[in-house]
């Protein structure tokens, strides 16, 4: 049993740089190489062209990544987990297999498969079972149907012989986990060590994002850009974990870069819940061990659920986006004007072809801040880029559309430009549907060079369970809603603003500054919600936080988003809070209508948010913006 793996993550998403993949295996400082290509559109884009070429359904790029590497990879004995097999995961493995037999080069390759439950449909139909949020059925034609399967059959993989492990769906932690089960030979019921390994894989899964991209403080890391390291976690089997980066690449390893991409995507960080463990992130602590090296402890795990979470696909009528650029003053007002003049129009051409109106409409303004909602303050810009997206149940609804949205550069506002991509496209709504089933019922196999074998939980045996969640919990109906957990909040140094310290006598004076001055965050999308956390830059200013910064303040500061609750989760570990925006994205990320329809945006708008602080912390150095 090795002392320590290291694993480093060369993509974060399919259409990630392919320098990633290439930095880590010639740095010679890692043992796996992990791939994460999927999210719920890809794997729907992945379903269309297999239903067109049975040949496709996969990630086309890693086949060419992993055959330019493979002498290295061999001869370093390199070994790879990815989920590039998408929705076809023995088209992926024959791909590759084909190259390395044209370079000469013999890996063996292995793909885990019963994820895929397209076929099934009728069935899961059949049973009644309802979308996990929202209760609504069973779509009638889905395109895809994916189980999200854990990290043990990708360790039964590598247990027998596999270099290169090829997966559809599964947790992107799992391609972490794995390697971490089969070196270490964790058990299914080593919950504490299962949520360390799910969590290292959770901080690598998207790339350089835990090396200092998209951080909150970019400009400690702008002269870096060109050259991002990616991430390597260096795990011990006691599930120590060390989040490291290439020697001699750019980017920033540092508690503040790795905190950021914790609560990533995160829900309630006490219930963050995986196929294979139930993980209490709450006092998860970091702490700098080395020039770009940070470690990570705290991690805790329970028994996970006797469910797979399941997402499907499907088409829910037609889109198309249309963008313009409007120049000269008043800028925002021509374009506010020219989008209503735009919707008019069709709107009367519909009714006169009898067609229906629009689903849904979106308008967006940008560089008139219309993110901001509210809180918006450029109103006086002169220049702004028109938005306008719409949905429709027939396509040529919208193919109308298309033709009359161009007309306005010459039948409205002067200064109208920027129509070189041509007419908006028409392209399918793709929706999302969520929802659980037992996990006896996904019949996983590992398929070594074209053998295939019944997945076989032993040694680590994995928990059953009965019954299935065909109806989803009730709605809550409060706008928002704190969720607080008991947890001792240490004294800062010195005392003064910790939770233990008297009240003050009397008033201090106050200032109000940007919530950006006393904290950094990050945003992410959870289906139709998004999250939010926000992270303390000094213990001193989690009580101002804590005071200020609550679900009712954030749901009313977002409110031209959030059309269900906000919840707030206490983080002790990692001295701050995560928010949760319910129905917040506009119908979810690959149905929104939105410029930004994930939400990235989100955590930089509520870095506005002002608060009131005491004016002294200004003199004492702690703000300095």
């Given at each position: 049993?090795?002392?320590?793996?290291?694993?480093?993550?060369?993509?974060g998403f399919w259409g990630d740089s392919a320098e990633g993949p290439r930095q880590l295996v010639q740095s010679g400082e890692i043992d796996y190489l992990v791939l994460d290509y999927l999210a719920e559109i890809t794997m729907s884009l992945l379903a269309r062209a297999r239903a067109k070429d049975p040949a496709a359904g996969y990630a086309t790029d890693f086949p060419d990544v992993i055959?330019?590497?493979?002498?290295?990879?061999?001869?370093?004995?390199?070994?790879?987990?990815?989920?590039?097999?998408?929705?076809?995961?023995?088209?992926?493995?024959?791909?590759?297999?084909?190259?390395?037999?044209?370079?000469?080069?013999?890996?063996?390759?292995?793909?885990?498969?019963?994820?895929?439950?397209?076929?099934?449909?009728?069935?899961?139909?059949?049973?009644?079972?309802?979308?996990?949020?929202?209760?609504?059925?069973?779509?009638?034609?889905?395109?895809?149907?994916?189980?999200?399967?854990?990290?043990?059959?990708?360790?039964?993989?590598?247990?027998?012989?596999?270099?290169?492990?090829?997966?559809?769906?599964?947790?992107?932690?799992?391609?972490?986990?794995?390697?971490?089960?089969?070196?270490?030979?964790?058990?299914?019921?080593?919950?504490?060590?299962?949520?360390?390994?799910?969590?290292?894989?959770?901080?690598?899964?998207?790339?350089?994002?835990?090396?200092?991209?998209?951080?909150?403080?970019?400009?400690?890391?702008?002269?870096?850009?060109?050259?991002?390291?990616?991430?390597?976690?260096?795990?011990?089997?006691?599930?120590?974990?060390?989040?490291?980066?290439?020697?001699?690449?750019?980017?920033?390893?540092?508690?503040?870069?790795?905190?950021?991409?914790?609560?990533?995507?995160?829900?309630?960080?006490?219930?963050?819940?995986?196929?294979?463990?139930?993980?209490?992130?709450?006092?998860?602590?970091?702490?700098?061990?080395?020039?770009?090296?940070?470690?990570?402890?705290?991690?805790?795990?329970?028994?996970?659920?006797?469910?797979?979470?399941?997402?499907?696909?499907?088409q829910d009528g037609f889109r198309a986006t249309g963008t313009m650029m409007l120049g000269g003053p008043g800028a925002v007002g021509k374009a506010e004007a020219t989008a209503s003049a735009i919707l008019r129009r069709t709107r009367r051409l519909f009714t006169e072809r009898g067609l229906a109106d629009y689903r849904r409409t979106d308008v967006e303004v940008l560089g008139a801040e219309?993110?901001?909602?509210?809180?918006?303050?450029?109103?006086?810009?002169?220049?702004?880029?028109?938005?306008?997206?719409?949905?429709?149940?027939?396509?040529?609804?919208?193919?109308?559309?298309?033709?009359?949205?161009?007309?306005?550069?010459?039948?409205?506002?002067?200064?109208?430009?920027?129509?070189?991509?041509?007419?908006?496209?028409?392209?399918?709504?793709?929706?999302?549907?969520?929802?659980?089933?037992?996990?006896?019922?996904?019949?996983?196999?590992?398929?070594?060079?074209?053998?295939?074998?019944?997945?076989?939980?032993?040694?680590?045996?994995?928990?059953?369970?009965?019954?299935?969640?065909?109806?989803?919990?009730?709605?809550?109906?409060?706008?928002?809603?704190?969720?607080?957990?008991?947890?001792?909040?240490?004294?800062?140094?010195?005392?003064?603003?910790?939770?233990?310290?008297?009240?003050?006598?009397?008033?201090?004076?106050?200032?109000?500054?940007?919530?950006?001055?006393?904290?950094?965050?990050?945003?992410?999308?959870?289906?139709?919600?998004?999250?939010?956390?926000?992270?303390?830059?000094?213990?001193?200013?989690?009580?101002?936080?804590?005071?200020?910064?609550?679900?009712?303040?954030?749901?009313?500061?977002?409110?031209?988003?959030?059309?269900?609750?906000?919840?707030?989760?206490?983080?002790?570990?990692?001295?701050?809070?995560?928010?949760?925006?319910?129905?917040?994205?506009?119908?979810?990320?690959?149905?929104?209508?939105?410029?930004?329809?994930?939400?990235?945006?989100?955590?930089?708008?509520?870095?506005?948010?002002?608060?009131?602080?005491?004016?002294?912390?200004?003199g004492r150095g702690w703000i300095t913006a």
């Open positions: 049993m090795k002392r320590q793996v290291r694993i480093g993550c060369g993509t055959a330019a590497l493979a002498p290295t990879i061999k001869q370093n004995r390199i070994r790879v987990v990815t989920n590039a097999g998408g929705v076809n995961p023995a088209a992926c493995r024959d791909a590759l297999a084909a190259k390395l037999k044209a370079a000469g080069i013999e890996l063996r390759i292995c793909i885990v498969t019963g994820d895929d439950l397209l076929p099934r449909a009728e069935e899961l139909r059949g049973r009644g079972i309802r979308e996990m949020f929202n209760g609504e059925t069973f779509p009638a034609k889905p395109w895809s149907i994916n189980a999200y399967l854990g990290a043990f059959p990708i360790a039964a993989a590598l247990d027998a012989g596999a270099a290169i492990v090829i997966t559809g769906r599964c947790v992107d932690s799992a391609l972490a986990l794995g390697p971490l089960i089969h070196e270490f030979k964790w058990r299914a019921d080593d919950y504490d060590l299962l949520a360390a390994g799910s969590l290292a894989g959770h901080i690598i899964e998207c790339g350089v994002q835990a090396t200092g991209g998209i951080v909150t403080d970019w400009q400690t890391v702008a002269d870096d850009w060109d050259r991002m390291g990616y991430p390597i976690a260096v795990c011990g089997a006691d599930g120590s974990i060390e989040i490291a980066k290439p020697a001699g690449t750019g980017g920033r390893v540092a508690p503040e870069t790795v905190a950021e991409q914790i609560v990533y995507e995160i829900g309630d960080p006490g219930d963050y819940r995986l196929p294979d463990v139930g993980c209490d992130f709450r006092e998860v602590t970091l702490r700098q061990v080395g020039p770009d090296r940070v470690a990570v402890s705290g991690a805790r795990g329970r028994a996970p659920t006797a469910s797979y979470k399941v997402s499907a696909t499907y219309a993110n901001w909602g509210a809180n918006a303050r450029r109103r006086d810009t002169r220049e702004v880029v028109l938005k306008l997206a719409v949905q429709h149940g027939d396509k040529n609804a919208l193919e109308l559309f298309s033709r009359e949205f161009i007309p306005a550069a010459t039948a409205m506002a002067q200064g109208i430009t920027g129509f070189a991509g041509g007419r908006p496209a028409v392209t399918p709504v793709v929706r999302l549907f969520s929802s659980l089933v037992p996990k006896e019922s996904v019949a996983i196999a590992v398929d070594l060079e074209g053998v295939a074998v019944p997945f076989n939980p032993s040694p680590y045996p994995l928990p059953q369970g009965e019954g299935e969640m065909i109806a989803p919990p009730p709605p809550a109906t409060a706008r928002t809603a704190e969720v607080r957990r008991e947890a001792w909040m240490p004294e800062p140094p010195g005392g003064g603003w910790g939770e233990g310290s008297p009240p003050n006598q009397t008033p201090l004076p106050t200032t109000t500054i940007p919530l950006l001055s006393l904290a950094y965050g990050r945003s992410g999308d959870k289906g139709d919600s998004a999250n939010i956390g926000v992270l303390a830059r000094r213990p001193e200013f989690l009580p101002v936080l804590r005071e200020q910064l609550t679900a009712e303040t954030v749901g009313d500061y977002l409110s031209h988003f959030v059309l269900a609750r906000v919840e707030r989760f206490d983080w002790p570990g990692l001295r701050g809070f995560n928010f949760l925006l319910h129905e917040a994205l506009g119908g979810g990320g690959i149905a929104s209508l939105r410029y930004d329809p994930q939400g990235k945006m989100l955590a930089q708008i509520l870095m506005d948010l002002p608060l009131r602080v005491p004016a002294e912390w200004l």
